[in-house]
């Protein structure tokens, strides 16, 4: 048996699910697939649709924690509009003192293209990638 046919899903653990909704929902963007539980908390998961099936889930945990790993990255076409629309939207992308980043916040990419990081209010950390 391999796991490399099966759907892969992130799952990102949160504090409040509310606060994470506003994020994932009202900055990024995101459409939620479904809502269900998560442990003792009505309603305190969400499944989310990236690249046209579900992809990420949020759900509030008592054992949320700030992960600056990067958990999950977007692959786009155009990182300039996809930043610089997240920009506009309220999200604020990292900037590492190792590291040169454009007024945008991207910067190159080990291996070749571009990348810029980001933070869910939890301070799980996230990234958008391109390949030029």
């Known amino acids: 048996m391999t796991l490399s ?4 899903r992130a ?11 506003a994020f994932y929902e009202g900055k990024l963007g995101l459409r939620a697939l479904q809502s ?9 998961s969400r499944t989310y649709e990236a690249g046209g099936g579900p992809a990420l889930n949020v759900y509030q945990s008592d054992t949320a924690g700030k992960s600056p790993a990067t958990l999950a990255t977007w692959y786009v076409d155009d990182i300039d ?3 610089g629309e997240l ?3 309220g999200v604020e992308f990292a900037r590492y003192e190792q590291l040169e980043h454009d007024a ?3 910067t190159a990419r080990a291996g ?6 980001f933070q869910d209010p939890d301070g ?5 990638e391109a390949d030029v």
């Open 11 to 21: 799952s990102i653990a949160v504090s409040d699910i509310e606060r994470a909704v």
């Open 81 to 83: 509009k996809v930043v």
């Open 112 to 117: 070749g293209g571009r990348v810029a990081w």
């Open 87 to 89: 920009t506009s939207a």
């Open 5 to 8: 046919t099966y759907h892969l």
């Open 36 to 44: 269900g539980p998560s442990a003792h908390i009505a309603e305190g």
């Open 104 to 106: 945008l916040g991207i």
């Open 124 to 128: 799980n950390t996230f990234a958008i």
